[in-house]
């Protein structure tokens, strides 16, 4: 069994930043993939920044620049700093993760959701 605990979020008006985080535990042999997602009302869920397992992040074009994922191994947490918010991005955000529970065994998990909520 793996769990993924968020904290951060809440609200904050446009310009300023909040710091995202998300800490795996459980069964973990090894993880493959670990990141953020967002929804917006109305909206389709969305990648906003990810690691891979060989340490490639990506990002989606519009917080590039603004949003900064990184990652404690160790501790198997990710963090996303997010500066310079606009009130678009105000969502649900989302930790996700891939994980191997054994040599064979993998699956993929989803945190409770943070709200995100940027004023104008």
């Known amino acids: 069994q793996v769990q993924l605990v968020e904290s951060g979020g809440g609200l904050v008006q446009a310009g300023g930043s909040l710091r995202l985080s998300c800490a795996a535990s459980?069964?973990?042999?090894?993880?493959?993939?670990m990141g953020w997602y967002r929804q917006a009302p109305g909206k389709q869920r969305e990648l906003v920044a990810g690691?891979?397992?060989?340490?490639?992040?990506n990002y989606v074009d519009s917080v590039k620049g603004r949003f900064t994922i990184s990652r404690d191994n160790a501790k198997n947490t990710v963090y996303l700093q997010m500066n310079s918010l606009k009130p678009e991005d105000t969502a649900v955000y989302y930790c996700?993760?891939?994980?191997?529970?054994?040599?064979?065994?993998?699956?993929?998990?989803w945190g409770q959701g943070t709200q995100v909520t940027v004023s104008s």
């Open positions: 996700n993760a891939e994980i191997n529970t054994s040599y064979q065994r993998r699956g993929a998990y």
């Open positions: 459980g069964s973990i042999f090894s993880i493959n993939f």
């Open positions: 690691f891979t397992s060989g340490g490639v992040t």
